[in-house]
T-cell receptor, first 112, second 116 residues
Framework: ETGVTQSPTHLIKTRGQQVTLRCSSQ?????VSWYQQALGQGPQFIFQ???????GRGNFPPRFSGLQFPNYSSELNVNALELDDSALYLC???????????FGQGTRLTVV | GENVEQHPSTLSVQEGDSAVIKCTYS??????FPWYKQELGKRPQLIID?????GEKKDQRIAVTLNKTAKHFSLHITETQPEDSAVYFC???????????????FGKGTKLSVKP
């Protein structure tokens, strides 16, 4: 098991609402990346945080935003939820400059 | 940007047989190629990886090969066991541009079923 933990594990939200997902990185890691995994697909990169700043972003709209805290944990915020936002959200922790990334167990978000 | 294609999408083998999953990538400057195993409802687990300066890497029953000229890499599992049944994802990391660390670009996955 990795030391990457995510909360909550499951979440049901209504279209138009806002959601915050949380990730604690593995000890010794300073970089957190967020991915969206739709059913039957590979994970898609949302963005990465390093030194409390966004350090790269995939093809996701601005209503997907994030934060990183001094202890390297991170949050993913999604505003104005849409049905298509239903997916497994994964965070991956790594050491900046080292390519090995380890995933948390994910948060299953369902938008109804 | 980088694009990763993965084949086949499903693979069924008998226990004890070998399984091979192939991936191609588009950015010749990509330099790191991990493989992840994801069991139903669980997190992707890094099972093996290879860097662009190496042609082959083995870890017990698992091996990965890389052909930089053809821009493809493959996962080989020998003596398959029922517990190898899972979805396998290949990925590539494009080079470090403009201060941004490369992020993982995943293939669409291969569902491997090992029949006892």
């Amino acid at each position: 098991e990795t030391g990457v933990t995510q909360s909550p594990t499951h979440l049901i939200k209504t279209r138009g609402q806002q959601v915050t997902l949380r990730c604690s990185s593995q000890s010794g890691h300073n970089t957190v990346s967020w991915y969206q995994q739709a059913l039957g697909q590979g994970p898609q990169f949302i963005f990465q945080y390093y030194r409390e700043e966004e350090n790269g972003r995939g093809n996701f709209p601005p209503r997907f935003s994030g934060l990183q805290f001094p202890n390297y944990s991170s949050e993913l915020n999604v505003n104005a939820l849409e049905l298509d936002d239903s997916a497994l959200y994964l965070c991956a922790s790594s050491l900046f400059g080292n390519t090995e990334a380890f995933f948390g167990q994910g948060t299953r978000l369902t938008v109804v | 940007g980088e694009n990763v294609e993965q084949h086949p999408s499903t693979l069924s083998v008998q226990e004890g047989d070998s399984a091979v999953i192939k991936c191609t990538y588009s950015d010749s400057a990509s330099n790191y190629f991990p493989w992840y195993k994801q069991e139903l409802g669980k997190r992707p687990q890094l099972i093996i990886d290879i860097r662009s300066n190496v042609g082959e890497k083995k870890d017990q029953r698992i091996a990965v090969t890389l052909n930089k000229t053809a821009k493809h890499f493959s996962l080989h599992i020998t003596e398959t066991q029922p517990e190898d049944s899972a979805v396998y994802f290949c990925a590539a990391i494009p080079p470090f541009y403009g201060g941004s660390q490369g992020n993982l670009i995943f293939g669409k996955g291969t569902k491997l079923s090992v029949k006892p």
